[in-house]
């Protein structure tokens, strides 16, 4: 097989991640690398990316750009966070799970958790561990944080997320969003960005494109005034001050012009929506969570999950349960869908 037959049966269920790049961010790549500009996000391009998110979120929003959503989570907890304070999140969380021990690295705090069904937190399930507010043998909470939309594929409703701002706002601390999926979130909402955000109480937000469609590059999102003081100092310390950073900033004018990011994060949700709808009731699968954004989570025998990986790559989520995170892209199509059920069904009368 060549490379170009590879590439032809190499489109998954295993994440967003592993789609290629929206052609619209491709060409807006090449329209800026033209000529010298200044570095470090001193250029035109990072002035527009800016100001295109007070337009969505509100001109009291400071954004800055880094690589990797891992550290736009991390720094941007880091930039409001004193190593004696704590973070609470979700056991399924990025943070907890899957950041390789970074937030306790480099922000010093400790990470609170709590077990949820359907990945979201709120306020009756952290109250546990909020305490101890001024005693010094205990960790100081300071950062509640949900993820939009969840790991399981579950949304946070404007009120939900308004209730846990208060709760958080009453005590003193703040509320922080990990949006890698905030697209498939705001869709599926049907809201603009800032109802479930800035409107509704939200303090700090990790904003993601690389999982629908962008190439690289995440943003750092201050919602409130005085929380970015100093935070272009913790960005350098964190080593994601990009020099060429207009290859960063120029994506997202590309991701917000004409709502780029609106069209591919509906067509993922669709998909997800079609898939679902075929699995249920195939004899021998479950779907086990709320069909919500771009992601389907499915018990099947494992035996036949194995036999469907040679050719549509996944990730077990459960191995205890066999439950599967099938996940899907700006650039899924029904066809891969409709093999894959046939796949599927072949393998379960095996």
Request: aromatic share 10%.
């Given at each position: 097989m060549n490379i170009m037959e590879k590439i032809a049966v190499s489109r998954g269920f295993a994440s967003d991640n592993n789609a290629g790049v929206l052609p619209e961010i491709l060409k807006e790549l090449q329209l800026v690398n033209q000529g010298h500009t200044l570095g470090y996000g001193n250029?035109?391009?990072?002035?527009?990316a800016c100001r295109l998110f007070r337009s969505h979120f509100g001109e009291d929003t400071e954004t800055f750009f880094v690589f990797t959503g891992t550290a736009a989570n991390v720094l941007g907890i880091s930039g409001v966070t004193?190593?004696?304070?704590s973070i609470i999140t979700s056991s399924t969380a990025h943070l907890e799970s899957d950041e390789c021990g970074a937030p306790e690295k480099f922000t010093g705090c400790k990470v609170l958790t709590v077990d949820t069904p359907d990945g979201k937190i709120n306020c009756e399930l952290i109250e546990r561990h909020v305490h101890g507010f001024g005693f010094e043998h205990h960790a100081q909470p300071k950062v509640i944080s949900v993820t939009q939309s969840t790991e399981m594929g579950t949304l946070y409703t404007a009120d939900e997320i308004r209730k846990l701002a208060d709760f958080a706002h009453i005590r003193g601390m703040l509320l922080h969003m990990d949006g890698a999926r905030i697209a498939n979130a705001a869709v599926a909402l049907d809201l603009q960005f800032r109802e479930f955000t800035t409107?509704?109480?939200?303090?700090?937000?990790?904003?993601?494109?690389?999982?629908?469609?962008m190439m690289f590059g995440e943003a750092i999102c201050f919602l409130r005034p005085g929380l970015a003081d100093n935070f272009k100092y913790v960005r350098k310390q964190g080593m994601q001050l990009a020099s060429k950073m207009r290859f960063i900033s120029a994506q997202f004018i590309a991701y917000f012009?004409?709502?780029l990011w609106k069209h591919s994060a509906l067509h993922a949700n669709k998909m997800a929506k079609v898939l679902s709808e075929q699995l249920t009731g195939i004899q021998g699968t479950r779907i086990t969570q709320r069909v919500q954004a771009n992601g389907v989570f499915v018990i099947m025998p494992p035996?036949?999950?194995e036999r469907l990986k040679e050719k549509y790559f996944f990730y077990t989520w459960n191995e205890l349960t066999s439950e599967y995170r099938l996940m899907t892209s700006w650039d899924t199509e029904e066809k891969d869908i409709n093999d894959f059920i046939r796949l599927l069904k072949e393998a379960l009368h095996r």
């Open positions: 250029d035109i391009y990072t002035e527009e004193k190593s004696w304070n409107d509704a109480g939200l303090d700090i937000l990790s904003f993601g494109g690389t999982k629908n469609g012009r004409d709502d035996a036949v999950a």
